[in-house]
């Protein structure tokens, strides 16, 4: 009897742990993406490398600074996720020479919009 009572306590418990410690990871994930929605993370790399393996963390955070900053001096932020690639190959060619950025920045800033669309298109929302 008491063997139970001890054995009831230890399996109440672990489950206790398990449940508390899911919600903590839960909670995180969801107030990461909610902080910043823009940020691109390790979900954006992994789906944009399936069709541009050499893309880097570092190529999709100078995109972002590009895309949040040389990007809106003349208009706000566009919506990233209403374009094709193809139409969005055409604007940043367009927009580069406006914003005054490098190649090398416009390919980071390419491949940064391609990355969000791409996690965009493979979330369940
Ligand atoms: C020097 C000012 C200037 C900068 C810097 C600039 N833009 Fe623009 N952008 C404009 C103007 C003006 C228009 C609208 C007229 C046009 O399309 O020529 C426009 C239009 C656009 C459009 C299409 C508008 C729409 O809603 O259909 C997109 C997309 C865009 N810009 C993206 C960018 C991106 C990405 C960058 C950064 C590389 C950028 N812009 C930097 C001036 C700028």
Redesign the pocket.
């Known amino acids: 009897m008491k063997n139970l009572k001890l054995i009831a306590i230890i399996v109440i418990a672990n489950m206790t742990f398990s449940c508390t410690s899911k919600k903590t990871v839960v909670v995180k994930t969801v107030a990461a993406k909610t902080v910043n929605s823009l940020l691109p993370t390790d979900i954006e790399l992994k789906a944009i490398q399936p069709k541009y393996p050499d893309v880097t963390l570092q190529n999709l955070n100078n995109g972002y600074a ?2 949040t900053g ?6 706000g932020m ?2 990233l996720y209403n ?1 094709s690639e193809q ?2 190959k055409h ?2 060619d ?3 020479p ?4 490098t190649d090398s920045q ?1 390919d980071d ?1 390419f491949k940064y ?1 391609l990355a969000m669309k791409a996690s965009r298109s493979v979330s369940t929302n």
């Open positions: 590009i895309y040389a990007c809106t001096n003349c208009h566009k919506n374009r139409s969005w604007e940043v367009d927009m580069a406006r914003a005054e950025i416009k800033l919009i």
